[in-house]
């Protein structure tokens, strides 16, 4: 006898924790079942599946197993290597403002490091940090050594280092406003990392970000692995929570990525983001898609009007803490970053953010991703738009 489908239908295998309903020939599906599978993702498939025919062993074979296994000669397995994350031996962050402060603040809660230095030429402003997050230690029970300080030799040993100085946005102020003056700061920096952390991997946070982390390529010497901008993790949560916000769900539901430049030539990925596992067509139109992408693009100058007297502190906050996970193994698989090209979507002598695998050192590789021609063309602007920036 045929089947009628409804919602009450759809809502068990819902309740199960599968993703699909078997329609089996001459089934009438309902209406409100048909919305209900929408709005649930769950996949309404064509019947009856075959299955595939489980694999029987003879009994001779089963035995001749067991009696192999207790031979003397036989040697078990070895496990698969378990990947642990790696401990950081010294954190070092330059800058103890709003978001040195708060990474600080992160990495402490984490006990990720043996030891955290907060440097900042604010007379007391990196000791006063310091001693507050040693304070919460008796609440948090880190056992990370932190100390804090004017002198930016205190980065010395570090296997971490990131740059969060130099001056803040204003309202009315846009990133590359900043370049002048935070390029002293990127210098002074550079040369202290230089000569006190050879080895260490340095992130840039300090705005403009692409240019500055160019700027410390140059001031170090180091090689491209070793000195990344933080900008593609912060601009990719901002475009996940944009995407959330319009469904109505939760940001956990949401897997997009946004890459380019920090700032207004950023090229949130969209057709490469889905929303429950679906593409964003299924849930958005194009206008709300559009309204999303530039709600990314402009997010941080949202916080800036809104503050009037600085930046962002707490997503780059997380969005640098995400990048240190990679660095030290306690997140896998691809991250966006800014990185200077050599040659990766047809871009070189640039620091682009783009999709990487990070390591103990720094960059492992650069993941190229299949994008459309206008997210392709949209990239190589910004790469334009950074070199213009900086020759002028």
Do not use: W
């Given at each position: 006898?045929?089947?009628?489908?409804?919602?009450?239908?759809?809502?068990?295998?819902?309740?199960?924790g599968?993703?699909?309903?078997?329609?089996?020939?001459?089934?009438?599906?309902?209406?409100?079942?048909?919305?209900?599978?929408?709005?649930?993702?769950?996949?309404?498939?064509?019947?009856?599946?075959?299955?595939?025919?489980?694999?029987?062993?003879?009994?001779?074979?089963?035995?001749?197993?067991?009696m192999?296994?207790?031979?003397?000669?036989w040697?078990?397995?070895s496990?698969a290597p378990?990947t642990?994350?790696?401990?950081?031996k010294?954190?070092?962050?330059?800058?103890?403002?709003?978001?040195?402060?708060?990474?600080?603040?992160l990495?402490?809660?984490?006990?990720i490091?043996d030891?955290?230095?907060?440097?900042?030429?604010?007379?007391?402003?990196?000791?006063?940090?310091?001693?507050?997050l040693?304070?919460?230690?008796?609440?948090?029970r880190s056992?990370?050594r932190i100390?804090?300080?004017?002198?930016?030799?205190?980065?010395?040993?570090?296997?971490v280092v990131?740059v969060?100085?130099?001056?803040?946005?204003?309202?009315?102020?846009?990133r590359?406003?900043?370049?002048?003056?935070n390029?002293?700061?990127i210098?002074?920096?550079?040369?202290?990392?230089?000569?006190?952390?050879?080895?260490?991997?340095?992130?840039?946070?300090?705005?403009p970000?692409?240019?500055?982390?160019?700027?410390?390529?140059?001031a170090?010497?180091?090689?491209?692995?070793?000195?990344?901008?933080?900008?593609g993790?912060?601009?990719?949560s901002?475009f996940?929570?944009?995407?959330?916000k319009?469904v109505?769900?939760?940001?956990r539901?949401?897997?997009a990525?946004?890459?380019?430049?920090?700032?207004?030539e950023?090229?949130?990925?969209?057709?490469?983001?889905?929303?429950?596992?679906?593409?964003?067509?299924?849930?958005l139109?194009?206008?709300?898609?559009e309204?999303?992408?530039k709600?990314?693009?402009?997010?941080?100058?949202?916080?800036?009007?809104?503050k009037?007297?600085?930046?962002?502190?707490?997503?780059?906050?997380?969005?640098?803490?995400?990048?240190?996970?990679?660095?030290?193994g306690?997140?896998?698989?691809?991250?966006?970053?800014s990185?200077?090209?050599?040659?990766e979507?047809?871009?070189?002598?640039?620091?682009?953010g783009?999709?990487?695998?990070?390591?103990?050192?720094g960059l492992?590789?650069?993941?190229?991703?299949?994008?459309?021609?206008?997210?392709?063309?949209?990239?190589?602007?910004?790469a334009?738009?950074?070199?213009?920036?900086?020759?002028?």
């Open positions: 006898m045929a089947r009628v489908v409804g919602a009450e239908h759809i809502e068990e295998v819902r309740a199960k599968l993703r699909h309903f078997e329609l089996l020939p001459g089934d009438i599906v309902t209406s409100l079942a048909e919305e209900a599978a929408s709005r649930l993702s769950i996949k309404l498939i064509e019947g009856p599946i075959e299955r595939p025919t489980p694999h029987r062993t003879d009994g001779a074979t089963m035995a001749r197993r067991a192999y296994r207790r031979a003397a000669r040697v078990a397995p496990a378990r642990e994350a790696r401990r950081l010294k954190l070092a962050l330059i800058g103890a403002g709003g978001v040195g402060g708060n990474i600080a603040h990495a402490a809660n984490q006990d490091a030891e955290i230095a907060l440097i900042d030429i604010a007379p007391g402003l990196a000791s006063s940090t310091a001693l507050d040693l304070h919460a230690s008796g609440v948090t056992s990370a100390n804090g300080g004017e002198d930016l030799n205190a980065v010395a040993g570090a296997d990131v969060t100085a130099g001056r803040a946005r204003t309202p009315g102020m846009t590359a406003d900043l370049i002048t003056v390029r002293k700061v210098c002074a920096a550079a040369e202290a990392i230089k000569s006190q952390a050879p080895n260490a991997v340095v992130i840039v946070v300090t705005n970000l692409d240019e500055m982390t160019v700027e410390m390529l140059q170090t010497g180091f090689p491209r692995e070793q000195v990344l901008g933080m900008a993790t912060l601009d990719s901002r996940r929570y944009s995407l959330a319009a109505g769900v939760e940001a539901d949401v897997e990525i946004t890459l380019g430049s920090h700032g207004d950023m090229a949130p990925i969209t057709s490469l983001a889905r929303i429950k596992g679906r593409a964003l067509e299924a849930f139109t194009t206008d709300q898609i309204a999303c992408r709600d990314a693009v402009t997010g941080g100058g949202q916080v800036v009007a809104l009037k007297t600085g930046s962002a502190t707490i997503a780059p906050a997380h969005s640098s803490l995400e990048l240190i996970d990679h660095i030290r306690a997140r896998t698989g691809s991250v966006p970053v990185v200077m090209l050599e040659g979507y047809g871009i070189a002598g640039v620091v682009l783009v999709p990487c695998h990070l390591g103990q050192r492992v590789s650069v993941e190229n991703l299949r994008l459309t021609e206008a997210e392709s063309t949209a990239l190589k602007a910004a334009e738009a950074i070199r213009t920036r900086l020759a002028s």
